[in-house]
C-alpha cells in the first residue's frame, strides 16, 4: 500500500532563500509524481509532474526531482518570494490501471518580506 | 475559463439532508476524480471514472455517497442523509488517458459544512 510522507509540517523562510521540501513515498512502483500548490481554501494547482523514467523537471523558479530507489522527491524552490507561501502537496500515481493519486499531508510554506 | 468547475463553492447543510455536488471537466479529458480533504490533511481519492466507466471507488465512499457520469461529461456526487463528519472540501479532478501522464487538474472544490 502506498504511503506519502511531507517532513516538515510546516516552514517559514525568509524572502530570497532557497529551499527544498521533501517527499517521500513507500511503494518505489510509482508510475509518477506530482507537486501541486494549494492557498488556503481553494483547490489544488499543478506545479510540475515527474515521470517514473525521469529524474527531475523544471518550471522557472521551481526544480522537482525523483528517487524511485530512495523513495524521495524533492522540490525546490529558489529565491523565494512572499508569493510562493502557500501549502505544497505531493502526490504519487501507482503503477497498474489505478487513476488515484495518493497525498501527503503537504508542507505550509511562508516566506516572509 | 477552459479549467475544471465545481459547483456550488459552498454547501450548508443540516444533518440528515440530502446534497448533490456537480464538476465540469476540462472538455478534452476523457477521466474524472473526485476526492475529499479535510482541514489540515492531503486530498483523499473517493472514486474515478474513464468516460462513463465508474473504474474504481475507495473504502471512504460509504452507501451514503454515490457518484454518477451519465454521459461522459459532467459528473455528480451525491451524499445522502449527511453527517457531521462529512463536513470537508470535495474536490474534483480531471486528466487525459490517451498520452503518458496521466496529469490531474483540479477544480475548486465544494466546501461542504453539516451542521
Known amino acids: 500500500k502506498q504511503e506519502v510522507t511531507q517532513i516538515p509540517a510546516a516552514l517559514s523562510v525568509p524572502e530570497g532563500e532557497n529551499l527544498v521540501l521533501n517527499c517521500s513515498f513507500t511503494d518505489s512502483a510509482i508510475y509518477n509524481l506530482q507537486w501541486f500548490r494549494q492557498d488556503p481554501g481553494k483547490g489544488l494547482t499543478s506545479l510540475l509532474l515527474?515521470?517514473?523514467?525521469?529524474r527531475e523537471q523544471t518550471s522557472g523558479r521551481l526544480n522537482a526531482s525523483l528517487d524511485k530507489s530512495s523513495g524521495r522527491s524533492t522540490l525546490y524552490i529558489a529565491a523565494s518570494q512572499p508569493g510562493d507561501s502557500a501549502t505544497y502537496l505531493c502526490a504519487g500515481r501507482g503503477s497498474g490501471n489505478t487513476g488515484k493519486l495518493i497525498f501527503g499531508q503537504g508542507t505550509t510554506l511562508q516566506v516572509k518580506p | 475559463d477552459t479549467g475544471v468547475s465545481q459547483n456550488p463553492r459552498h454547501k450548508i447543510t443540516k444533518r440528515g439532508q440530502n446534497v448533490t455536488f456537480r464538476c465540469d471537466p476540462i472538455s478534452e479529458h476523457n477521466r474524472l476524480y473526485w476526492y475529499r480533504q479535510t482541514l489540515g490533511q492531503g486530498p483523499e481519492f473517493l472514486t474515478y471514472f474513464q468516460n462513463e466507466a465508474q473504474l474504481e471507488k475507495s473504502r471512504l465512499l460509504s452507501d451514503r455517497f454515490s457518484a454518477e457520469r451519465p454521459k461522459g461529461s459532467f459528473s455528480t456526487l451525491e451524499i445522502q442523509r449527511t453527517e457531521q463528519g462529512d463536513s470537508a472540501m470535495y474536490l474534483c479532478?480531471?486528466?487525459?488517458?490517451?498520452?503518458?501522464?496521466?496529469?490531474?487538474?483540479f477544480g475548486p472544490g465544494t466546501r461542504l459544512t453539516v451542521t
Open positions: 515527474i515521470q517514473s523514467s525521469q
Open positions: 479532478a480531471s486528466s487525459f488517458s490517451g498520452g503518458l501522464s496521466y496529469e490531474q487538474y
